[in-house]
């Protein structure tokens, strides 16, 4: 079965850090990848997308992502973390015939000043 | 645009009282999703709708759940009764689909909590 995992619930940076969160999925051929973000009582919203083309992709707020095929992975980076990304993010996959997304556990940022 | 309007943005009741939230989904959209999200269970896909038909209501927890996309601008989830354990936070999403996955925009949330 198709799967997203998140293997860091929790992860502290300090602001002016760099920042790398993990994503790894589990599907058969090339998948549909998304990066959302949640801030405290918010919805999500979308940081990032990939659909094919360049394996690296740039999204906004600063955040980029790059698809590794031979790891299955999606890992979500920023050079320099500001106090504002202190939030939970979602890594998504999606799958050829379907609407849905798969969504990860999530994984929290913490931003130390 | 306005994004995903979700009404009301919090709701406290009681159990045994019907529930009922709504959604307006981003104009010229095709498709809606509810989620529900609790800390234990993370985000769960409930049901989602495409061209106001629902295609896979597989997430609804029981029948005491239930939603209706009358036309392409509107759509509620239905609680009756409510309990307790239905306390979360919930999402209604929506998307242009034509084929292929494509990003879901999410409303602000409906935080229910039943006592």
């Known amino acids: 079965a198709q799967s997203v995992t998140q293997p860091d619930i929790h992860i502290t940076v300090s602001e002016g850090a760099s920042l790398e969160l993990r994503c790894n999925y589990s599907?058969?051929?090339?998948?549909?990848l998304f990066w959302y973000v949640q801030s405290p009582g918010q919805g999500l919203q979308l940081l990032l997308k990939?659909?094919?083309?360049?394996?690296l992709v740039q999204g906004i707020k600063g955040f980029e992502a790059e698809f590794k095929r031979s790891q299955s992975s999606f890992n979500l980076r920023k050079p320099s973390v500001h106090w504002s990304d202190a939030a939970e993010y979602f890594c998504?996959?999606?799958?050829?015939?379907?609407?849905?997304?798969?969504f990860g556990s999530g994984t929290r940022l913490l931003v130390r000043p | 645009d306005a994004g995903v309007i979700q009404s009301p943005r919090h709701e406290v009741t009681e159990m045994g009282q019907e529930v009922t939230l709504r959604c307006k989904p981003i104009?010229?959209?095709?498709?809606l999703f509810w989620y529900r999200q609790t800390m234990m269970r993370g985000l769960e896909l409930l049901i989602y709708?495409?061209?106001?038909?629902?295609?896979?209501d597989s997430g609804m927890p029981e029948d005491r759940f239930s939603a209706k996309m009358p036309n392409a601008s509107f759509s509620t989830l239905k609680i009756q009764p409510s309990e307790p354990r239905d306390s979360a936070v919930y999402f209604c999403?929506?998307?242009?689909?034509?084929?292929?996955?494509?990003?879901?925009?999410f409303g602000p949330g409906t935080r229910l909590t039943v006592t």
């Open positions: 999403a929506s998307s242009f689909v034509s084929g292929q996955p494509y990003e879901q925009y």
């Open positions: 599907y058969g051929a090339t998948p549909y």
């Open positions: 990939y659909f094919s083309g360049d394996t």
């Open positions: 998504a996959v999606g799958m050829d015939s379907s609407y849905k997304l798969i």
């Open positions: 104009s010229g959209h095709n498709s």
């Open positions: 709708f495409n061209n106001n038909v629902p295609i896979d």
